[in-house]
T-cell receptor, first 108, second 114 residues
Framework: DAKTTQPPSMDCAEGRAANLPCNHSTISGNEYVYWYRQIHSQGPQYIIHGLKNNETNEMASLIITEDRKSSTLILPHATLRDTAVYYCIVVRDYKLSFGAGTTVTVRA | DGGITQSPKYLFRKEGQNVTLSCEQNLNHDAMYWYRQDPGQGLRLIYYSQIVNDFQKGDIAEGYSVSREKKESFPLTVTSAQKNPTAFYLC?????????????FGDGTRLSIL
């Protein structure tokens, strides 16, 4: 599976949009980009995934560049409950593999 | 509500003892998975099951065993052969195996050695 690179941490103001970048320059044509988040001592929570097109659901939007080498997760209106570690992963089959992720801290 | 239930939340094991972690789902998912999460090492796949009465080893199956007698249930036994069992264990399920449907996780069981 392709490796992903994320910044180790970022802060966000409550009520503002949070834009989380992810690089996956070695992604292959049939690999999807997934985003999960994990709050301390809880299981990972699925957020969104996509292949080529931009995707939006009730939690977030996923913007994938045309060359698919990077993507951005957008939390439109961050709340304190969005404070978590966010994982960007590339998945071709069933095996998930989380790296270090981005620790997002939403501040009041 | 539909979801994945793992129990217990915390578990302590004595040296030489086998322990079983429970995972139940009411999502009607065919595929179920067990992962282990250690600090600084991300998530590693222990076992997975695509359908009832079938399961395959993941990357770190040694010292673990599973069964899949019912669609809803996928218990994991940590045997005494597992020399470093202290970790956070996560169970997940997905609609079908080998697809691009997301895996959904339970809230984990934290296992510690006494």
């Amino acid at each position: 599976d392709a490796k992903t690179t994320q910044p180790p941490s970022m802060d966000c103001a409550e009520g503002r949009a949070a834009n989380l970048p992810c690089n996956h320059s070695t992604i292959s044509g049939n690999e999807y980009v997934y985003w999960y988040r994990q709050i301390h001592s809880q299981g990972p929570q699925y957020i969104i995934h996509g292949l080529k097109n931009n995707e939006t659901n009730e939690m977030a939007s996923l913007i994938i560049t045309e060359d698919r080498k990077s993507s951005t997760l957008i939390l439109p209106h961050a709340t304190l409950r969005d404070t978590a570690v966010y994982y960007c992963i590339v998945v071709r089959d069933y095996k998930l593999s989380f790296g270090a992720g981005t620790t997002v801290t939403v501040r009041a | 509500d539909g979801g994945i239930t793992q129990s217990p939340k915390y578990l302590f094991r004595k040296e030489g003892q086998n322990v079983t972690l429970s995972c139940e789902q009411n999502l009607n998912h065919d595929a179920m998975y067990w992962y282990r999460q250690d600090p600084g090492q991300g998530l590693r796949l222990i076992y997975y099951s695509q359908i009832v009465n079938d399961f395959q080893k993941g990357d770190i199956a040694e010292g673990y065993s599973v069964s899949r007698e019912k669609k809803e249930s996928f218990p994991l036994t940590v045997t005494s052969a597992q020399k470093n069992p202290t970790a956070f264990y996560l169970c997940a399920s997905s609609i079908e195996p080998h697809s691009n449907q997301p895996q959904h996780f339970g809230d984990g069981t934290r296992l510690s050695i006494l």
